[in-house]
C-alpha cells in the first residue's frame, strides 16, 4: 500500500534523524536534512537511508554539482541524448544508494567526464572545486567564502528595475476573497513618460515562477523593458500565496485555510481581479495580456468559463501554452505517477517549495559558484535547449526560484497529468457533487472562448512541460484558428529566459499588441 510504504519511509528518516543528529546548525546541514525528507518522501522506499550519513550526503551533493556540469558539457559538445545521460545518471545514483555502492557512482561521474571535452573539463573542474570549497567552508561552520554576486541577485524587484533606468510602483490588490496579491508597474521606458498614451499590458507568470521572470535579462533581451521602452504601462502580476502575496483579511500563512486554492481560484478571481483594478488605475476599458506557463493556463480557464474577462482585454498572448498536460515529458510526470502530491496530503503539509532564506541564500549562492549546474537542472526539468540562457545571471534566477504554491495547486497539476483533461480541481466525490453537481469535475473548455477573440500562441518543440502534442491538441480545440508561433528549438523557459527570444519573438509580440492596442 502506497500510503503505508510512505508512512514507513517518514517513519525511518525520523528514526535515522534521532541516531545522526548534528550538534551544528549550520546552513549545509540544513540542506541536508531537506534533500533527505525530500528524497524519502519522493521515493518513500528505505533505499535512500544510506543517505543519513555523514559521509554519503556530502559525496551525493558534490556528484550531483559535478555530473550537472559533466552533462551540461557533455550535451554542450553535440554529443546529443542529453536528457538521456541526465537519466541515466539518476538511475545509477538509485542503484548504487540502493546498493550501498557508490563507488559505481563515482566511476560513472567518471565515465561522463571523459567524454568532455579538454577546453570544457577545465570549466568543470574548476566550477567543481569552486563549489566543493563553498560547502566545506559553510559545512564547517565558517562564514560563506567571499562570492563575486551579480548585484541584482541581492536586490528587490524594483531595485532590479530602477537600477536599468525605469520606473518601478508596487501595488496590493484586494481580491473578493480577501487575499493582497502584489503586483508590479513599469508606467513607462527609460526615455520617460511620453505625450502619448501609454496602454496597460498586464504580464503573468508561471507557477512557482514570480513576476521577476520578466526582468531576469537585461532590458534589451526582457520583454517588460522591450515594451516599456515601445511606450506600453506595463503592469506584472503574481498569484496568491506567493512571496508577494503573502497576506490575507482574515488568514495567516500558518493557517491552513490560507493555502486553500489552486489554480481556479487565479483563473475564477485572481485574473479578472488584477485586470479590473489596471482598469481602474489607468482608466482603459481594456488591456493587453501576455502569460507564459500556468499564466497561460489560468487565462484560457478564465476566458472559457465567461466572456467577461475576453471583454476587458484586446488580446491574449499565450507562451508556452499549458492546458491539457496529458503528454508531458518533464519530471513532473514522474512525481505525478508516484502520487507525490499524495504523499505531502499524508504529512498534512499545506505548501510546497517554500524556500526559507538560509536556503534560497545557498541557492543563489550556488548558482552564482555554479551557474551551469542550475542551468542544466533546469534543463532537465524543462527541456533542453543549449546555451539558451545567460549563464551570468543564473545567480539572479537562484535567489528567487522557486516560487511558492499551496498543495492543492501543485495537487490540481499531478490531477491533470493522470486524468489527461483540462479541467477544475478534483476534490472527491462527495464535495465534488456539493460543488460542481457531478462526481467528476468539469472540464474547462476552450472551444466555448469567443472565437472572435484574438490569440497568439507560441510554443517550443524541446518544450518538456507545453509539450507539441499537448499545444496541438489545444490548437484544434479552439473555436478559430489563433496565430501561432513555433520554435524547434526552445524549451519551456526560452520564451521568457532566452537569449534569442528578443531577436526571434519578441518584436512579432509587439507588432501584434500593437495591431490590438488598448482602448
Known sequence: DFRETATSAHALYDAKRGVHRFASTTRLHHTRNFILWTLCTTKAGPMYSAL???ETAYLVLELLAVVGLSCYATAAAYTGGGHTVVQSFFDVVARGIAQHNLSAVSQHVTDLLAQV????????????????????????????????????SLRSFCEIVEDKGYPCKEYQV???????????????????PSDEPAPPVLLQHGVLDLANTWIVNWPNQSLSYLLAD?????????????QYCMNHTKYSVDDKEFWNFNFDDMAAIDTPTTIDFIRDVTGYHKIAYVGHSQGTTTMLAALSMSHNVSDALTTAVLLAPVANVSN??????????????????????????????????????????????????????????????NSSRMGVVGSYIPGVTSVQNFDHWCQLVRVGRFQHYDYGKDKNTEKYGAVVPPIYDV??????????????????????VDVALLLDQLPSVPKWSYFEDWNHFGFVWGLDASTRLYGSVIDWLDSHRPL
Open 52 to 54: 543519513l550519513t555523514t
Open 174 to 192: 484586494l481580491t473578493p476573497d480577501g487575499y493582497f496579491l502584489g503586483i508590479f508597474r513599469i508606467p513607462y521606458g527609460k526615455a520617460g
Open 328 to 389: 508531458t515529458q518533464s519530471p513532473a510526470k514522474l512525481i505525478a505517477d508516484l502520487h507525490f502530491d499524495d504523499l505531502v496530503d499524508l504529512f498534512d503539509h499545506k505548501y510546497v517549495m517554500w524556500f526559507p532564506t538560509w536556503l534560497q541564500d545557498i541557492e543563489r549562492d550556488v548558482c552564482t559558484i555554479a551557474p551551469h549546474t542550475c542551468e542544466i537542472f533546469i534543463e532537465w526539468l524543462y527541456g533542453w535547449q543549449m546555451n539558451a540562457v
Open 230 to 242: 515601445h511606450g506600453y504601462d506595463v503592469w506584472l502580476g503574481n498569484n496568491r500565496g506567493e
Open 117 to 152: 571535452p579538454a577546453e570544457v573539463s577545465a570549466c568543470v573542474q574548476r566550477e567543481s572545486e569552486m563549489l566543493r570549497n563553498y560547502l566545506e567552508v559553510v559545512a564547517n561552520g565558517g562564514p560563506a567564502p567571499e562570492i563575486n554576486y551579480e548585484p541584482d
Open 447 to 468: 472551444s466555448q472562448i469567443d472565437p472572435d477573440f484574438p490569440l497568439f500562441l507560441a510554443s517550443g518543440g524541446k518544450d518538456l512541460v507545453s509539450d507539441p
